[in-house]
C-alpha cells in the first residue's frame, strides 16, 4: 500500500472539482490508494473545500483541517472556533497544518503563537492527532508542542526539513515526521540523511502538492501520483525494497491518523 499523507487537493489550485477527481484517479493509477488532503494554507474556506474531497472520494481521501501560520492574522476567536467544529466530522481525521513560520512571517509572531496554541488544546480536547507546520521557528514550536501537551494525541511534523539532531528530539517524544519530494532534490541531502536514519515506525511519505515536485518533473504542477518517487528515492538511501517501504510507510501513516 502507498499513502501521500499530506497533499492539498484544493480545487481552486487542481482546475475545479474535475481536476481534483482526475489528479485522485491518476494517483490510483499510478499505485497510489490513498491521501490525506490538507484543509489548511489556503485560507479559511481551505477546510470546507478539502472536507468536500474527503466526502466525494470516502474509499481513498481523508481531510485535516486548520489554519495555516500564514493565515493566523486572518482569525478571530469566533472563526476558528467555527473551524475547529469542522474536526467533528468522521471524515476529519487530524488538525492541521498549523504551527509557526519565521521564514516568511505572513502574519504577526503573537498571532501565530496564539492560533497555534488554540488548535493545540482543541486538538488535545477531541483526542485528534495534529499536524505541524515549522519553518525557522528554532525550536519555538517543539517548546509550545511540550508544553501544551500534544505529543499525548499524536504529532506529525510534515515536509520534516529539519536535521538529523532536531528529528532525534521529536521521534523521541513519540512524534513522526513526513518526508516530501526535496529528498530528490540536487541540494537534498540533509533531507536523505534524515530519511535514511528515521526509525522505520515513524516515517511517512507526503507530496505537499501542488508545491515540491520531486525530480523528475520540476516545474511541473506537484500532485499525489507523484508520491511514488517520494517512495523510490526514500527506499534507496534506506537500502531497502520500494514495496516493503511503501507498505511500512503506510502502515505508520494508519496507526498515526488511525485509519483502519
Ligand atoms: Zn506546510
Ligand atoms: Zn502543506
Not at 536514519?197 to 511519505?205: E, F, G, N, S
Amino acid at each position: 500500500m502507498l499513502i501521500d499523507s499530506h497533499c492539498h487537493l484544493d480545487p481552486t489550485v487542481f482546475g475545479g472539482d474535475d481536476g481534483v477527481d482526475d489528479a485522485i484517479a491518476r494517483a490510483r493509477a499510478a499505485g497510489v490508494d490513498r491521501m490525506v488532503t490538507i484543509g489548511s494554507g489556503y485560507g479559511f474556506e481551505s477546510a470546507e473545500r478539502a472536507l468536500a474531497v474527503a466526502r466525494r472520494h470516502p474509499e481513498t481521501v481523508r481531510a485535516s483541517v486548520g489554519l495555516h501560520p500564514h493565515d493566523a492574522k486572518l482569525a478571530t476567536d469566533a472563526s476558528l472556533a467555527g473551524l475547529i467544529a469542522m474536526a467533528d466530522a468522521p471524515e476529519v481525521l487530524a488538525l492541521g497544518e498549523m504551527g509557526l513560520d519565521y521564514h516568511y512571517d505572513s502574519s504577526p509572531r503573537d498571532q501565530q503563537r496564539h492560533v497555534f496554541r488554540v488548535q493545540l488544546r482543541a486538538a488535545r480536547a477531541r483526542n485528534l492527532p495534529v499536524i505541524i507546520h515549522d519553518r525557522e521557528s528554532a525550536g519555538e514550536t517543539l517548546a509550545i508542542l511540550d508544553e501544551e501537551g500534544a505529543w499525548e494525541t499524536g504529532v506529525l511534523y510534515h515536509c520534516y526539513t529539519g536535521d538529523v539532531a532536531a528529528m532525534e528530539q521529536i521521534v523521541g517524544r513519540g512524534g513522526y515526521v513526513s518526508i516530501p519530494g526535496i529528498v530528490t532534490f540536487k541540494n537534498g541531502e540533509t533531507m536523505r540523511e534524515v530519511a535514511a536514519r528515521a526509525p522505520a515506525d515513524r516515517i511517512l511519505l507526503e507530496t505537499d502538492s501542488p508545491f515540491l515536485t520531486p525530480i523528475p518533473f520540476r516545474g511541473k504542477r506537484n500532485e499525489p501520483a507523484f508520491v511514488t518517487y517520494v517512495a523510490q528515492k526514500v527506499a534507496e538511501v534506506r537500502g531497502v525494497d520500494v514495496t516493503a517501504l511503501a507498505d511500512q510507510a503506510a502502515e505508520n501513516t494508519r496507526r498515526f491518523f488511525r485509519w483502519a
